[in-house]
């Protein structure tokens, strides 16, 4: 079956340090792969999406990889920020109209002044 | 800010009871999604839906039915509630054009059947 790995263990960084977190999939053939942000108690909110035919993607501190031959996406915050403390969910999707997700359990990212 | 909404936010409920969760979006979004999720855990696809009166059966088997009658409206409705349905109950849409498959995410409702 389908599966996806994200960091188990929380990741606990220095402020002004760079964040990498880890998403691995099996069993799956993604078209397009998203990072989303969860606060807890509170829905996820959407980050970056790419593509299976790009490499790479940027937004301000953000970057995301995307290699479909290790099957695994890195997601990096540069210059991280104690504001960005929360849970990162990866979720690879399908193709076809009905953009359907399957969700990692994410990983806790704690930045510490 | 996403405008999506659901109701109620928290709901402690007895065993037995048929429950309504509320899910509503102002984007004209085609598809929406129900999501369970327990603490610490992934989210699971349990209903989805691509338009009015089109419904699905998502990933996770989940003894909850919906309906699409409207494009803003996916309820969710429990029948018979029951301990093993407590958790955390999201929704979601998508189809903006400018973005494309973005889903944007309600606050959830925390349920909680006693």
């Known amino acids: 079956s389908q599966k996806i790995e994200q960091n188990s263990e929380a990741l606990n960084i220095q402020e002004g340090k760079t964040a990498t977190l880890t998403c691995n999939y099996t069993?799956?053939?993604?078209?397009?792969l998203q990072w989303y942000r969860q606060d807890p108690g509170r829905g996820p909110v959407f980050l970056l999406l790419i593509r299976e035919n790009e490499k790479e993607k940027r937004k301000e501190r953000l970057k995301v990889t995307f290699d479909t031959t290790l099957k695994q996406s890195l997601f990096h915050i540069t210059a991280s920020q104690p504001a960005d403390s929360a849970t990162y969910l990866c979720a690879p999707g399908e193709g076809g109209g009905y953009n359907k997700l399957i969700f990692g359990a994410g990983t806790r990212l704690a930045v510490h002044p | 800010e996403a405008d999506i909404y659901q109701t109620p936010r928290y709901l402690v409920i007895g065993t037995g009871k048929k429950i309504t969760l509320e899910c509503s979006q102002t984007?004209?979004?085609?598809?929406m999604y129900w999501y369970q999720q327990d603490p610490g855990m992934e989210l699971h696809l349990i209903h989805y839906?691509?338009?009015?009166?089109?419904?699905e059966k998502g990933d996770l088997s989940s003894e909850s039915t919906v309906s699409r009658i409207r494009t803003e409206h996916f309820p969710l409705t429990l029948e018979s509630a029951r301990p093993s349905h407590t958790s955390q109950y999201l929704c979601?849409?998508?189809?903006?054009?400018?973005?494309?498959?973005?889903?944007?995410f309600g606050p959830g409702t925390r349920l909680t059947v006693t």
């Open positions: 984007m004209g979004h085609d598809k």
């Open positions: 069993n799956y053939s993604p078209a397009y």
């Open positions: 839906s691509y338009g009015v009166n089109s419904t």
């Open positions: 979601a849409s998508s189809g903006d054009k400018r973005v494309a498959y973005e889903q944007y």
